[in-house]
Antibody
Framework: QLQLQESGSGLVKPSQTLSLTCAVS??????????WSWIRQPPGKGLEWIGH???????YYNPSLKSRVTISVDRSKSQFSLNLSSVTAADTAVYYC?????????WGQGALVTVSS | DIVMTQSPDSLAVSLGERATINCKSS???????????LAWYQQKPGQPPKLLIY???TREPGVPDRFSGSGSGTDFTLTISSLQAEDVAVYYC?????????FGQGTHLEIK
């Protein structure tokens, strides 16, 4: 059974960079046909897709965040990562990683990241 | 961006009764012969969303058959045929036709 697990800093200061990693187990991150996404959900609000990466390394970012987002993959460690720079309080959210293919069937449990000084 | 609009925002239904949630997309989601690139999720407090339906009407393995999806083009529906207590949750529609992928605003379903 595929499992995803987010890890990273839960508290980030304004203007700094948010960094999260998603560890993938029970399956190969190099499997073709799947994308690996980051999705976030501010407290009490809806879902926002941040971007995704394929095992080849090709990426696509949401234009609303594109200037601040970097998603990378480390196939040797079976993980992919999110960096979001110049954060503000508006970036406070639960951040999920998920595997995409005709929707998102597999999700991590989510990591709450709070932006505060 | 494709805008996804759900209705209603909240819904109260009696146990055993039918619940219907609608989702309208700003663009056609029909993706050739594969079908409509539309998924439905259920999210309970403190949990990640759970995929219920993909390709607008294909039930994810393990999802009870009281959940069904229908629709095509720009108009879609999630139906719960006989509401159970464990179905209380927020439901989201999601288009994966084109990036940036987008979600509806969510529908809160509760017991009347």
């Amino acid at each position: 059974q595929l499992q995803l697990q987010e890890s990273g800093s839960g508290l980030v200061k304004p203007s700094q960079t948010l960094s999260l990693t998603c560890a993938v187990s029970g399956g190969s991150i190099s499997s073709g046909g799947y994308s690996w996404s980051w999705i976030r959900q501010p407290p009490g609000k809806g879902l926002e897709w941040i971007g995704h990466i394929y095992h080849s390394g090709s990426t696509y970012y949401n234009p609303s965040l594109k200037s601040r987002v970097t998603i990378s993959v480390d196939r040797s460690k079976s993980q992919f990562s999110l960096n979001l720079s110049s954060v503000t309080a508006a970036d406070t959210a639960v951040y999920y990683c998920a595997r995409g293919h005709s929707g998102f069937a597999y999700w991590g449990q989510g990591a709450l990241v709070t932006v505060s000084s | 961006d494709i805008v996804m609009t759900q209705s209603p925002d909240s819904l109260a239904v009696s146990l055993g009764e039918r619940a219907t949630i609608n989702c309208k997309s700003s663009q056609d989601l029909l993706y050739s012969s594969d079908g409509n690139s539309l998924a439905w999720y259920q999210q309970k407090p403190g949990q990640p969303p759970k995929l219920l339906i993909y390709w607008a009407s294909t039930r994810e393995p393990g999802v009870p058959d009281r959940f069904s999806g229908s629709g095509s083009g720009t108009d879609f529906t999630l139906t719960i045929s006989s509401l159970q207590a464990e179905d209380v949750a927020v439901y989201y529609c999601h288009q994966y036709y084109s990036t940036p992928y987008t979600f509806g605003q969510g529908t809160h379903l509760e017991i009347k």
